[in-house]
């Protein structure tokens, strides 16, 4: 059974169309790339996949299946369960993704403790053990950190954690090595 099964998407803001019948399928363990240039819809694509994009002035038509289970118009109970938890994503751009309020730690947390039902010390080595796999420096230190205290490698890097949390069957990817530098984004 595939993860993901598009059909016929159709995605328009406002009247003006922005993805228009894309069909694709992703299967278990198989990694795909939307290509093409800047406004061609990708990220639309990627957002529609967990219903993430905004309501009003959004005509989304068409099918996305996750496991076969329709996700356009599924209710907020269903999204709930999958986003993060089975199906995670990787931003574009950490800054105005992460929380200004709150530690790294309780970012990654929350995610841990929602999904998870982990809190207290078993969270936070699990914390510490994807802060060090996504190759944040000292992570024991950047626990209380918050997200103006990073480097904008840093943040992605958090927000790479994050999404890796739950260890999702689907990861999807919005240009995650934008803010990494080019060492980091070769591994």
């Known amino acids: 059974m595939n993860l993901i099964e598009i059909r016929d ?17 992703v299967r278990p363990g198989e990694c795909l790339a939307l290509v093409g240039e800047s406004g061609s819809g990708k990220s639309v694509t990627t957002h529609s ?16 299946k996750y496991r076969g289970q329709e996700l356009i118009g599924a209710s907020p109970s269903t999204l709930q369960k999958l986003r993060g938890n089975r199906i995670a994503m990787i931003f574009q751009e950490p800054m105005t993704s992460l929380n200004p309020l709150h530690s790294i730690e309780k970012q990654i947390g929350e995610t ?24 944040i420096q000292k992570p024991q230190e950047r626990l209380k950190a ?16 994050m999404a890796l949390a739950c260890e999702p069957e689907l990861l999807i990817a919005d240009e995650p090595t934008t803010a990494l530098d080019v060492t980091v984004q070769r591994k």
């Open 146 to 161: 918050y997200p103006h205290q990073l480097s904008g490698g840093q943040r992605q890097r958090v927000m790479i954690a």
């Open 49 to 64: 996949i967990l219903q993430l994009l905004p309501q009003a002035g959004t005509q989304t038509l068409g099918s996305i």
């Open 9 to 25: 998407l159709c995605v328009a803001f406002n009247g003006q169309t922005v993805v228009r019948n894309l069909s694709l399928d």
């Open 112 to 135: 841990l403790l929602l999904h998870k039902g982990l809190g207290g010390k078993a969270a936070q080595a699990r914390i510490l053990e994807l802060l060090e796999l996504v190759g």
